[in-house]
């Protein structure tokens, strides 16, 4: 049995307001860091759902002020925050918290460690050289395609990690009759084949092309239900809105969903139709609870998702190879159950034990490797 590792003194630093994938993996991190004894300090914007769901979970918080413009403010009083209580690891889980981070702690013996999700490609510039390969001592990649996007803008090979997302893998699948409860609980008839998409309504999630899916399929298939949980706010949204309308009752909209794992209780199948996507954090989870994938052959997704064995890859951006994939799923009921185990099997490689293992060991080298950083 290995030795454990040294206790560390970390600041998690997210400036998003949402609760989306990165803010969820952060809470999975510093929830698996703590039970393994690091004092952890989260950094987040005032009145974000972070900072809500940290300070309930007894996280100590540190908020940056609302009105705070470029948060000017908020790194002077980050900065010492550090000092004071001798913050060893600065660990930052979106692009402008990377910024914050070095430039509340530029000078002081902190490591400095950046989560990468996204898929847009850095430009080859000096800023995003610096930002990558200066201002933090290690990058981490959720897959090996952000990884090779992150090397190709110029960033070392050395200081670049790939440490995938994680999640929760359930004890056992529910038994048939609990699944049943719960469809009865959310209104799903027996009989529904019923398909769901979990994402912030953002067009790189693609919930306009499930709904053209819905549309092709609403006259042939009148048993296969969508349901699309997540955030809607803005434009897209709702276009979004306005589809399903036009759709009817078999497109169900259930916004912002506090129990996952309830929600893939009662699907049968789970998409993921995205135009852009680093892994697949959602679809990861919907693995976990035994739901076989159709999903777009996009970033990282490849990587998860294994075509004809843990569910369907399909090209982005076409409703019609995404309405085949589900009409292909539903028409066969024990090749779908074959798959949702398989899937579940693929997603225990990734649990939230090993990301934070893996983690908790890069923080280890950086102190091994030696050196003060500035």
């Avoid at 430009?123 to 995003?128: A, E, G, M, N, Q």
Wanted: charged letters at 25%; proline letters at 5%.
């Amino acid at each position: 049995m290995s030795e454990p590792l040294p206790c560390r003194r970390i600041a998690h630093v997210d400036t998003g307001h949402g609760m989306r994938g990165g803010q969820v993996q952060l809470l999975m991190l510093a929830r698996g860091l703590g039970a393994r004894g690091h004092r952890q300090w989260i950094v987040c914007p005032e009145g974000s759902a972070v900072e809500r769901r940290a300070s309930a979970e007894g996280f100590p918080v540190f908020a940056l002020p609302r009105y705070d413009l470029g948060h000017a403010y908020g790194m002077l009083e980050l900065r010492g925050k550090i000092c004071q209580e001798g913050i060893e690891i600065l660990h930052a889980h979106d692009g402008r918290g990377q910024t914050l981070a070095w430039l509340a702690s530029v000078g002081l013996a902190v490591r400095r460690v950046a989560s990468r999700r996204v898929t847009f490609q850095p430009r080859r510039s000096l800023d995003s050289r610096w930002k990558y390969g200066h201002s933090c001592q290690e990058v981490i990649a959720v897959s090996n395609y952000v990884r090779n996007l992150i090397v190709r803008s110029g960033v070392p090979e050395g200081r670049v990690a790939v440490i995938p997302d994680g999640c929760e893998i359930p004890a056992a699948l529910r038994e048939r009759g609990e699944r049943d409860r719960v469809r009865e609980t959310w209104g799903v008839a027996p009989e529904t084949f019923a398909v769901g998409q979990v994402g912030a309504f953002t067009p790189e999630k693609g919930q306009d092309i499930t709904l053209e899916a819905a549309q092709l399929l609403r006259a042939t298939h009148p048993r296969i239900s969508w349901h699309l949980a997540g955030e809607r706010s803005g434009a897209y949204a709702r276009q979004v809105e306005a589809q399903a309308r036009a759709i009817g009752e078999s497109v169900r909209l259930l916004g912002y969903v506090e129990s996952l794992a309830d929600f893939c209780a009662y699907l049968d199948l789970f998409i993921l139709p995205s135009k852009a996507e680093g892994l697949g954090s959602s679809a990861l989870l919907a693995m976990a609870h035994g739901l076989p994938v159709v999903a777009s052959r996009v970033g990282g997704v490849p990587e998860i998702v294994e075509d004809g064995k843990t569910g369907w890859l399909v090209e982005p951006g076409s409703p019609s190879a995404l309405a085949e994939a589900v009409s292909r799923a539903a028409s066969d009921p024990e090749r779908l159950s074959q798959m949702g185990l398989a899937a579940r099997e693929k997603a225990k490689s990734y649990s939230s034990d090993i990301m934070v293992e893996r983690t908790e060991s890069l923080y280890d080298r950086l102190f091994r490797a030696g050196g003060i950083p500035v």
